[in-house]
């Protein structure tokens, strides 16, 4: 007797949270999202600048696996305030992480999370894969950051990673400096110099405002083009959608919109997030 399998769950994609509980939750009570067999994934920095960072915490670690969460740089500085390594800046929101009664819940259960989902096709990463990787290449290296915070020491783990150099990949690097590149390229990178790769994490701006630099996708050689990357991180970019790359970091906290792209024909639903600003 054949057997006819059940059709694949859709797949819609978030963009930067960034502590806007609020548009989240309009986000999530559009019919299309709100079907329980919907799976969510969401492009890092689920936390921090907005108003409600616990609320949007509690809230993607309640739609328990219907949610596919990678690690931004903001998840990361959580971590890193946890575990000591950094101080809080004078426009995070993280206080009320910190004072929650389920804190230590919450942030075990963020440490866990991925950098980087490959599946139906696409590859989701924060920021950006080096031109140097290819797609196999960033899963395995992704996967050492994982395995490293997901171990009992991970607060040293969060302590080798965080700093800006070495700024180009080498397949020698080891300890903390292979560590830092490929965190820095995986949740902080947007442009790289045009003559030799180096990253360069100053400019923040547009993709066009910065003599020298590219972005990341655009630089020569690059070998990640198997497959579609959705990524985040870049507000300045906006909502950008190629073949081989799509941006959805439309600057939620900035007072523009929450976005939600469904992966398997890039349907567009938006929230604004006019009281996030």
């Known amino acids: 007797m054949n057997t006819v399998s059940a059709p694949a769950s859709d797949v819609w994609v978030i963009g930067d949270v960034q502590g806007c509980a609020g548009a989240l939750r309009g986000l999530l009570a559009h019919p299309d999202l709100a079907d329980p067999a919907t799976e969510i994934w969401f492009a890092g920095d689920l936390v921090n600048r907005g108003p409600d960072s616990l609320g949007a915490l509690r809230l993607i670690r309640g739609l328990g696996h219907r949610a596919r969460v990678i690690l931004g740089n903001h998840d990361l500085h959580l971590l890193a305030v946890v575990a000591g390594v950094r101080k809080q800046g004078k426009s ?128 020569p050689g690059r070998r990640s083009h198997a497959e579609p990357v959705v990524f985040g991180h870049w507000s300045a970019l906006g909502l950008n959608i190629r073949a081989d790359t799509i941006c959805l970091d439309t600057g939620c906290v900035w007072g523009r919109a929450l976005t939600a792209l469904q992966l398997r024909d890039h349907r567009i639903i938006q929230h604004s997030c006019a009281h996030c600003a």
């Open 92 to 219: 995070d929101t993280l206080q009320d992480i910190l004072d929650a009664p389920d804190r230590d819940a919450l942030i075990d259960w963020l440490r866990r999370q991925p950098l980087l989902v490959r599946d139906r096709g696409h590859v989701m990463v924060h920021a950006g894969i080096l031109p140097a990787w290819t797609l196999d290449q960033a899963q395995a290296l992704a996967h050492e950051i994982e395995t490293a915070l997901q171990g009992p020491a991970w607060q040293q783990a969060v302590h080798d990673f965080y700093g800006e150099e070495p700024l180009q990949w080498h397949d020698d690097l080891q300890g903390p400096a292979r560590m830092r590149v490929i965190v820095n390229a995986l949740t902080r990178m947007r442009v790289c110099h045009a003559e030799d790769g180096r990253m360069d994490f100053h400019h923040k701006g547009g993709p066009r405002d910065a003599p020298g630099l590219l972005p990341w996708f655009e630089l």
